[in-house]
Antibody, heavy 126, light 113 residues
Framework: QVQLVQSGAEVKKPGASVRVSCKTSGYSFTSSDINWVRQATGQGLEWLGWMNPNSGNTGYPRKFQGRVTMTRNTSINTAYLELSSLTSEDTAVYYC???????????????????WGQGTLVTVSS | DIVMTQSPDSLAVSLGERATINCKSSQSVLNSPNKKNYLAWYQQKPGQPPKLLIYWASTRESGVPDRFSGSGSGTDFTLTIGSLQAEDVAVYYCQQYYGTPLTFGGGTKVEIK
């Protein structure tokens, strides 16, 4: 079955960077986008952007441009999220999630997320 | 950005009764050429990631019980749990995928009365 397995919890100091990994299995890694979504404790869901593992192309919301980098290693079917210049407001659970483009919208980021990784808690504290 | 607004924030429903969750988008998520609404629903239980329930506003994901149904078009959508079961206690989110950034509603917490 399709699985996304993320790396373990991280504790970082303000101003540092964090990298979270997302190892996929059960499908062709390059056939679907990988997205990242975060959730602060007791809060809602916020999309950090997408990456096409085949081309390496990425897209980030304005809010995160300059601070987020999404990369991949196709030899091990793994995607990475790096977030820099961390502040306490970045403390959250970070999820990777697969997004599959449908044929009619293959040039657009228009998809739901399924499945999701188990989540990685990133705590930013001095 | 398309803002998604859910209501209510929480609701308590008796076992076997109907639960109704609303989701409103700040602009239409109906794509006229294919007549599809770009709206999904997720269920999130404590300590778990969200789980896809419904996409295209009303298409149930494989394996999702048929007591879950989605309806609506344009800017107004509803998730209905036809007969609430104990395992349905969770937070439910809507998500639009018509425009970027992809955005979610604030969530609705469903509890047992």
């Amino acid at each position: 079955q399709v699985q996304l397995v993320q790396s373990g919890a991280e504790v970082k100091k303000p101003g540092a960077s964090v990298r979270v990994s997302c190892k996929t299995s059960g499908y062709s890694f390059t056939s679907s986008d990988i997205n990242w979504v975060r959730q602060a404790t007791g809060q809602g869901l916020e999309w950090l952007g997408w990456m096409n593992p085949n081309s390496g192309n990425t897209g980030y919301p304005r809010k995160f441009q300059g601070r987020v980098t999404m990369t991949r290693n196709t030899s091990i079917n793994t995607a990475y999220l790096e977030l820099s210049s961390l502040t306490s407001e970045d403390t959250a659970v970070y999820y990777c999630a697969r997004g599959t483009r449908n044929n009619n919208d293959r040039y657009f980021i228009r998809y739901w997320f399924d499945p999701w990784g188990q989540g990685t808690l990133v705590t930013v504290s001095s | 950005d398309i803002v998604m607004t859910q209501s209510p924030d929480s609701l308590a429903v008796s076992l076997g009764e109907r639960a109704t969750i609303n989701c409103k988008s700040s602009q239409s998520v109906l794509n006229s050429p294919n007549k599809k609404n770009y709206l999904a629903w997720y269920q999130q239980k404590p300590g778990q990631p969200p789980k896809l329930l419904i996409y295209w506003a009303s298409t149930r994901e494989s394996g999702v019980p048929d007591r879950f149904s989605g309806s609506g078009s344009g800017t107004d959508f509803t998730l209905t749990i036809g007969s609430l079961q104990a395992e349905d206690v969770a937070v439910y989110y809507c998500q639009q995928y018509y425009g970027t950034p992809l955005t979610f509603g604030g969530g609705t917490k469903v509890e047992i009365k």
